[in-house]
C-alpha cells in the first residue's frame, strides 16, 4: 500500500508550484483551469489500478485561488497515480470541452503510466476511467549526480550528432544489453566518442504514444516512431526505459546523461511545444483539452466561433505559446529538464510557432522567446530553433532573438545542389561555407547562430542523396504522397541500390564532398546518425512511421563500412585542429606574417573566382592563419571541383612554407584523408579529380620559396 489510510488529511495546499510535488508531510497538487466549474483529483493505490482509492472535489471557496486549484494530502507517498476531472461549459462555439467523464493527466506529472490506456476511448464522450492515463506521483530529489552539471561546452567547439535513442541500439547487430533505452545509449559512448561528436541531439524523448497504431503495409505494422506527438512533457519516453517504475526511469535518463558527460558529450533534446497529441477536434481528450481548452490552443471557426483549431503545425493543433500560461508551462518544462535532468540544450521543432502571438500572427518580440533568451537557468543552454513552420512561417536568418541558433536549410539546400553539380552556386557556397553572413552579420549575430546540417532525420539520408533521384516512400502506406518531392538529390547514375562499381565508388566520393564541406565551413556543424558508414532508409526520406531496420543503425554495416568511418572521424579530428579557422567572429582582412589574408577566393587560377561565369563548378579558398602569438603556419588551401571532367588548379606559392595534402575526396581509404605526420608534399599545381575536392595545409618550409604568386 503506498496510501497510508490513517494518516491521510486534506488540508487547502498552495497554488504554486503546479503539479504533484512530493515534501515530507505529503504531496501538493496544482493544476490551472481558468474557465472550470469544479475539479476533482483522483488517486489510485497503484497507477495502474481501474478504480481510484480516493477522490477529492475541491471546493472553489478554498481550494481555489484565481485561476489554480489546488490541495494538499498529508501522508501520501510516491508511486501512487493521480488523475483529474474537470468540469465546466461544453459550449464549444466559445472553444470549452469539458467533460467530467474525461478522466485528465496533469500536463506537469513527472511519471506517466500508460498500462491501462485506451486511445479510442478518450475519443468517446462515455467514461473513460478504467482505460485512462494516470500521472504518477514521483519524488524527483532522490537521486546523487555524483558531482555532475551541464558541461556548458562553446558553442564554436559543437560536433552535433542527431540521433533517435531507440534506432540507435534496437538492431540486434547492436550486442547490447538493453537495447533500444537510455541504458543501451550508455554501452555505446565509446564508439560516439571515437568518432569525435561532441552532442547528442535526441530525437524527441518526452514521454509519447508508441502503441498508436498507423495501419500496417505489406504485414509490416506502423507506429509512432519519430515520438513527435507528445503526451507528457515532464516524463521521459517510457518505451526508452528498462523500470515500468516511474522514478527509475526518470534515473535511467539522468544515468546516461551522467555517462554522456563523463565522456565529454552534451545532451541537446529535440522538444516539442508546437502541437500536442490531442490532435484536432476529432482527436482524443486527455490533458489540456479537457483542462482548459480555450487557453492551451489556438481555436478558429465560422463567425467567431471557436469550434475548430488553428493547424500550424501540420499535426491538427497549435499550442498558443505566448499565451501567459503557455509560456509558463513551457519554461517550467525547460527549467525542469536543466535543473533537475542536466541537459545542454534544446532544439525547437517548428520554432516559428513559438514566435506566433495569441491572434496566430508573427511577434516581433515574441515574450515566449525572449522569457527564454533571457532566463537566468537557461543562459548556458544551447537554444537551437527548426526556424520554420508547416503553415509557410519561414525565418531563417531573422528567428527572433539574439543567442538563438537556427537549423540553416539554406546551407543544406546549398550545398546540396553544388555537390550535385548545379551550376549558378559559387555565390552561395562562399556564403555558406563562411558562416552565412548574408543571413546573419546584418543583425551581430556570429556564425554561431547557423547549425550546418545537410541531412536530419527528416528526409534522406546522405547515402540515399547520392542514390536517388526521387523519394520512395511506399513503405509508409500513403502512396508515396507524403513527405518532400524536393531533395536536391542525383543518384549517381543509377536509381537505387547497385552493384556497379563506379556507380558505387562515385557516390562513395560525393558523401566525402559532403562531409567535407561540412566540416570545413564556419557555423557549427550537425549530422543525423548512420551518416558516418553510409546508412540507407532505401530512398524513404519520411521515416517517422518505421520501427524497424530501415531505421534501426545497423551494426554489422559499421565494421563494413570502416574506411568511411575512418574519413568522418578523421575529418572531425582535422576540425577541431583548426578550429580558429571555422569559429568566433566572421572573416576580417587580417594579414599574417606570410602573407596571407584570413580568407582569399580562387578559381582554377589564383585569385581568379568565377563568380560572373553561370556554367562554373570550380572554387578555391586560402584561409590564413591570422591568430596572435601563433606561428601563423596553420593555413588552408580547398579546391573544389563538381564538374565531370578533371581541373587542373593553380596553388598558391609563400615564403617559408610548403603545402602538404591532407585530403583527396578521389583517393581510396586510407589515402582520402592523412592523419599521419608523412603528408604528401605540394608544388605549383593540383589535377584535382572530377566531383571531388582537395585540402592543403601549409607547413613551415626548411628552405624558403618563391614569392607569394
Known sequence: MRIKEQKLTVTRGHSLPLGAVVSEKGVNFSLYSKNAFSVTLLIFNKPDDLQPSHEFKMDAGINQTFHFWHIFIEGLEPGCGYAYRVNGSTDRSKGHRFNPNKVLIDPYARGISFKRWNRGNACHEEDNVETSLRGVVVDTSNYDWEGDMPLRRPMEESIIY????????????????????????????????????????????????????????????????????????????????????????????????????????????????????????????????????????????????????????????????????????????????????????????????????????????????????????????????????????????????????????????????????????????ASRMTGSADLYQWRQHQPTNSINFITAHDGFTMHDLVSYNEKHNWANGESNHDGANDNDSWNCGSEGETTEQAILELRNRQMKNLTTLLMLSMGVP?????????????????????????????????????????????????????????????????????????????????????????????????????????????NIFIMMNMHWDATEFQVPAYAGLQWQRSIDTALPSPKDIDISRKKEKIEDTYVVTARSIVVLVSELSPSKTTSKS
Open 526 to 634: 550537425m549530422f543525423v546518425a548512420g551518416d558516418e558508414y553510409g546508412r540507407t532508409q532505401m530512398g524513404n526520406n519520411n521515416t517517422y512511421c518505421q520501427d524497424n531496420a530501415l531505421n534501426w543503425i545497423d551494426w554489422d554495416k559499421i565494421k563494413e563500412n570502416a574506411g568511411l568511418i575512418r574519413f568522418w572521424s578523421s575529418l572531425i579530428k582535422k576540425r577541431q585542429l583548426y578550429l580558429h579557422h571555422f569559429k568566433g567572429n566572421y572573416l576580417s582582412n587580417k594579414t599574417n606574417k606570410y602573407g596571407l589574408n584570413e580568407i582569399e577566393w580562387h578559381g582554377t587560377q589564383l585569385n581568379q573566382p568565377e563568380w560572373g561565369n553561370p556554367e562554373a563548378r570550380c572554387l578555391a579558398l586560402t584561409l590564413g592563419d591570422v591568430e596572435e602569438g601563433e606561428d601563423n603556419s596553420r
Open 162 to 429: 542527431e540521433m533517435h535513442v531507440a534506432g540507435f541500439t534496437k538492431s540486434p547487430t547492436s550486442g547490447v544489453k538493453h537495447p533500444g533505452t537510455f541504458l543501451g545509449l550508455i554501452e555505446k559512448i565509446p564508439y560516439l566518442k571515437d568518432l569525435g561528436i561532441t552532442a547528442v541531439e535526441l530525437l524527441p524523448i518526452f514521454d509519447f504514444d508508441d502503441t498508436q497504431s498507423l495501419g500496417e503495409v505489406d504485414g509490416v505494422k506502423l507506429s509512432n516512431y519519430w515520438g513527435y506527438s507528445t503526451v507528457g512533457f515532464f516524463s521521459p519516453h517510457h518505451g526508452y526505459c528498462v523500470s515500468k517504475d516511474s522514478a527509475t526511469q526518470l534515473n535511467e535518463f539522468r544515468d546516461m546523461v551522467k555517462a554522456f558527460h563523463k565522456a565529454g558529450i552534451e545532451v541537446i533534446l529535440d522538444v516539442v511545444f508546437n502541437h500536442t497529441d490531442e490532435g484536432n477536434q476529432d482527436g482524443p481528450v486527455f490533458s489540456f483539452k479537457g483542462i482548459d481548452n480555450s487557453t492551451y490552443y489556438y481555436l478558429t471557426g465560422e463567425n467567431g466561433s471557436k469550434n475548430f483549431y488553428y493547424d500550424y503545425t501540420g499535426c491538427g493543433n497549435t499550442v498558443n505559446c505566448n499565451h501567459p500560461i503557455g509560456e509558463k508551462f513551457i519554461l517550467d518544462c525547460l527549467r525542469f529538464w536543466v535543473k533537475e535532468m542536466h541537459v545542454d540544450g534544446f532544439r525547437f521543432d517548428e520554432g516559428s510557432v513559438l514566435t506566433r502571438g495569441e491572434d496566430g500572427a508573427p511577434m516581433e518580440h515574441p515574450p515566449l522567446i525572449w522569457a527564454i533568451e533571457l532566463e537566468e537557468l537557461l543562459s548556458e543552454s544551447k537554444v537551437i530553433a527548426e526556424a520554420w513552420d508547416a503553415a509557410g512561417l519561414y525565418q531563417i536568418g531573422y528567428f527572433p532573438g539574439d543567442r538563438w541558433a537556427e537549423w540553416n536549410g539554406k546551407y543544406r539546400d546549398t550545398m546540396r545542389r553544388f555537390v550535385k553539380g548545379e551550376t549558378g552556386m559559387l555565390s552561395q557556397l
